[in-house]
């Protein structure tokens, strides 16, 4: 990484581990979909791997939304151990060069109606059928992460590295439905400001759907959008400094923050 001194010499050092969770849990809070596998029991035990579409929990988390009549679910009810693919290579030339992250943990049903919020909120279609008696709430405890960054460069980590700090997700769980509301009835104006001038999305009308204390998701019709904070917040004081810090930040002739799609 790249470094400025006080004499404004600029050193490059190699990646930390904490660099490394970083890049893996922007990675994954940016994603909408991952490949799931899971141990097909009545197939020998062989992997079985199968498209789950993803949100998280403000504690990382994977939330997912199956129906009781799937293959995976039927699996996970034998063992829940499962593993999720995150992924941005397949649009690059060399897909060995782009970033990817396993997670390994287990999967269990969840009935927490914040789990429900949070996973209709990046993936509104699925109210169609998510109140179907076969169909149910699954959240994933993170064990583990393999964190592959390019060619060559690989990590194991722990699923504490992965996740954030415990209070503070705990914080923006709390304080997320009253902030939510209260930028989108209020600050309609800067919510826009950030899609437009601090991620390059246009149209107006952009509601902020996700908060936690890496930053927050978008959503414009059918159109997403993630903005990461600079730095993780603590709680709501310092999730609403952040927000005002970058309305600032996002005001035409400024220069935009941290952008993520």
Not at 144 to 157: E, Q
């Amino acid at each position: 990484m790249a470094k400025k001194t006080d004499t404004g010499e600029v050193k490059t050092s190699s990646p930390t581990k904490a660099d490394h969770a970083a890049d893996a849990r922007a990675l994954i809070r940016r994603a909408r979909a991952a490949m799931l596998s899971t141990t097909h029991k009545s197939r020998g035990g062989w992997p079985y791997g199968s498209l789950a579409t993803v949100a998280f929990d403000c504690d990382m988390s994977p939330l997912m939304l199956f129906s009781t009549l799937s293959d995976h679910t039927r699996n996970l009810d034998s063992d829940p151990r499962g593993a999720l693919l995150f992924e941005e290579t397949s649009r690059l030339r060399n897909p060995q060069t782009g970033p990817r992250v396993t997670v390994l943990g287990s999967i269990e049903r969840t009935k927490n109606k914040r789990h429900q919020r949070r996973f209709l909120a990046l993936h509104p279609e699925a109210a169609l059928y998510a109140g179907f008696g076969d169909f149910g709430f699954f959240r994933m405890r993170i064990e583990s992460a393999r964190y592959v960054g390019g060619f060559a460069k690989a990590i194991w980590l722990k699923g504490a590295d992965i996740r954030p700090n415990a209070r503070a997700a705990a914080a923006i769980a709390k304080a997320e439905p009253d902030i939510l509301e209260h930028m989108n009835t209020d600050h309609a104006d800067a919510v826009d400001h950030y899609a437009n001038a601090l991620l390059g999305r246009s149209g107006n009308g952009w509601k902020m759907t996700g908060l936690d204390p890496d930053g927050f998701d978008l959503r414009h019709g059918g159109r997403t959008a993630r903005l990461e904070f600079e730095k993780p917040v603590p709680d709501r004081m310092g999730a609403r400094e952040e927000l005002a810090r970058l309305a600032g930040l996002s005001r035409p002739g400024r220069r935009g923050g941290k952008r993520r799609k």
